[in-house]
């Protein structure tokens, strides 16, 4: 199975309410598509959205690195040579990891597709049933704690609350919504960097005290901040989680080897695919650390296949937040895993199991 044409196409998917953080407020999914196409007929699927205040990519920088750089060192490649691909593509350039995640992600997609078997099973196997969690955006009280209620309704079990604009306003939000749905929904937090380390110990031990129990807290304080990180979790009772701080391999062994957090945040536009985002498992696993997987704001391609690594990857990821199809209007994607509100079934069709995208704008 050889690649023959690498294509681009443009999709947009709009919210269902906005998605506010401390760094950003979005009210659409905008996701650059890589699709290639082989000399078989097989399509193979990726995707990539512009998170320039993470990530650093843009829509621009994608389509870019994908035209100049991926498709010279993947026309007439062999599918089957994946582990070389993907060290090529890794190698290509620095940084862009959006970008190489869209394209290894379809190259995955792709490797299954000749197995004629889906994604997680090549990966490794596990259960095709999964459970997510679901972001509730930074808003006022009152719209946080309606969010919140309305989830549980749906059948959402685990609600990740988004915190970091204002300390004194954040713990009133949470001790809000705590109060609202104690004993039917676990919450987390997602501070986004927005705290420093002394705000964070000060909040989350206050909230402790108050008998308000919390999942864990993710990334509270600026990504490159370790020590500060540590300071917090050597602090608090509740699990510290990292996101922003890892990215790949070299910094999940940073984070482990300093202490730093309990938990790690395994998402395929941070690690720029599948490969390092296996690697990040394994290296978790062998030092007994539990992972979650998670998403940035990408469509259902993409979620879908941080879904299939979770479930090869279980039990050290043991939690997902993978909510982004059910923060949107409707699914584009036909074909592939189903989206069921806390629910996450797998395909058991080839790779990711696409069988189009309605809406996709295809770039000349």
């Known amino acids: 199975m050889k690649i023959v044409d690498v294509k681009l196409g443009m999709l947009r ?15 659409a999914v905008e996701d650059v598509v890589v699709m290639l196409e082989t000399d078989t007929g097989h399509v193979g699927f990726g995707n990539a959205p512009a998170t320039a205040v993470i990530t650093g990519d843009t829509h621009g920088s994608v389509i870019e690195a994908v035209r100049t750089v991926f498709t010279p060192l993947l026309l007439e490649r062999d599918v089957a040579d994946l582990n070389r691909l993907t060290r090529q593509i890794q190698g290509a350039m620095i940084n862009n990891t959006s970008a190489k995640a869209a394209v290894e992600i379809a190259l995955f997609d792709l490797f299954a597709q000749s197995y004629k078997t889906p994604l ?13 969690d ?6 006022y009280i009152e719209k946080m704690v309606a969010d919140a209620e ?23 939000r949470i001790r809000a919504v705590y109060a609202a749905v104690k004993g039917r929904a676990l919450l987390r937090l997602d ?22 129990l919390l999942e864990l807290v993710e990334q509270p304080v600026k990504a490159n901040n370790l020590e500060g990180m540590r300071y917090i979790a050597e602090r608090v009772r509740t699990p510290i989680m990292a996101d922003e701080s890892v990215f790949g391999p070299q910094e999940v062994m940073k984070v482990i080897d300093q202490r730093a957090a309990d938990i ?6 941070k690690t720029g695919g599948i490969s390092n985002a296996l690697k990040i498992a394994d290296i978790a696993d062998l030092h007994d650390v539990e992972c979650m997987v998670g998403c940035m704001l990408e469509t ?19 939690k997902l937040d993978l909510d982004v199809p059910s923060l949107c209007k409707f699914d584009p994607v036909v074909g592939g895993a189903s989206y069921k509100d806390a629910d996450i079934i797998l395909n058991e069709t080839p790779g990711l199991g696409i069988e189009k995208i309605e809406g996709l704008q295809l770039l000349a």
């Open 300 to 318: 259902s391609i993409g979620v879908s296949a941080a879904a299939h690594v979770a479930a090869a990857k279980a039990p050290v990821v043991s």
């Open 13 to 27: 998917v709009p919210l269902v309410t906005p998605f506010k953080t401390a760094l950003r407020t979005v009210d």
């Open 120 to 132: 997680y099973r090549i990966l490794g196997g596990g259960e095709n049933s999964l459970t997510t």
């Open 191 to 212: 501070a986004n960097q927005g705290w420093s380390p002394k705000q964070a110990v000060l909040a989350i031990r206050g909230l402790e005290e108050a008998g308000v």
């Open 264 to 269: 790690i945040n395994i998402k395929l536009m």
């Open 150 to 172: 309305s989830a549980v309704e749906r059948g959402f079990e685990i609600l990740k609350l988004k915190v970091g604009k204002d300390i004194g306003l954040d713990i009133e």
């Open 134 to 139: 679901i972001t509730i955006s930074v808003d």
